[in-house]
T-cell receptor
């Protein structure tokens, strides 16, 4: 079965650079969630979208922005990267009326 | 903010043993989910619970949604080496909208000795 696809899997950036992470949800899923997971930490909610509109916002820095496109894929844009942004970034998708959220394999971002 | 409590942080069991993990909250969640995560990989959904008191099985896994909607447990029976990983509970207040995000516990790292 198709799963959530994230790209790239690994990304190395320098401080103050920008990064764009992409998420392709499971087909027919209309809701996308972004999470950040630091080493040894639980996933922290960043932002979510339903039907291309932002539905909830968590602890997402102002330097980050995200959107969901007409084909339901989503992109997380990160600017002025800091060393502390190094983490695993996960995208999850679900159907609005089905609360099971399925996660992608994540993007490991390393800021040097 | 909403917090889910999982303890202990680590558990060590012998292969073939059963293990139980608990997750508690000071506030109500309307959906509970259990995920397993391997290092560097995304969390994999194990079991989802939607009704208070619900008991659901998935192979060797059994989970229950507490009656108060403030707790859940996960049982793994006859553990095997591939059960090793981090087990997260997650709660969701609403199915849609502003409260549909998942709140995660800190996770329990399970080690299985052959």
């Amino acid at each position: 079965a198709a799963g959530v696809i994230q790209s790239p899997r690994h990304l190395i950036k320098e401080k103050r650079e920008t990064a764009t992470l992409k998420c392709y949800p499971i087909p027919r899923h209309d809701t996308v969630y972004w999470y950040q997971q630091g080493p040894g930490q639980d996933p922290q909610f960043l932002i979510s979208f339903y039907e291309k509109m932002q539905s909830d916002k968590g602890s997402i820095p102002d330097r980050f922005s995200a959107q969901q496109f007409s084909d339901y894929h989503s992109e997380l844009n990160m600017s002025s990267l800091e060393l502390g942004d190094s983490a695993l970034y996960f995208c999850a998708s679900s159907l609005r009326l089905n609360t099971e959220a399925f996660f992608g394999q994540g993007t490991r971002l390393t800021v040097v | 903010g909403q917090q889910l409590n999982q303890s202990p942080q680590s558990m060590f069991i012998q292969e073939g043993e059963d293990v139980s993990m608990n997750c508690t909250s000071s506030s109500i969640f309307n959906t509970w989910l259990w995920y397993k995560q391997d290092p560097g990989e995304g969390p994999v959904l194990l079991i989802a619970l939607y009704k208070a008191g619900e008991l659901t099985s998935n192979g060797r896994l059994t989970a229950q949604f507490g009656i108060t909607r403030k707790d859940s447990f996960l049982n793994i029976s006859a553990s095997i080496p591939s059960d090793v990983g981090i087990y997260f509970c997650a709660g969701q207040r609403e199915a849609t909208g502003a409260n549909s995000k998942l709140t995660f516990g800190k996770g329990i790292t399970l080690s299985v000795r052959p």
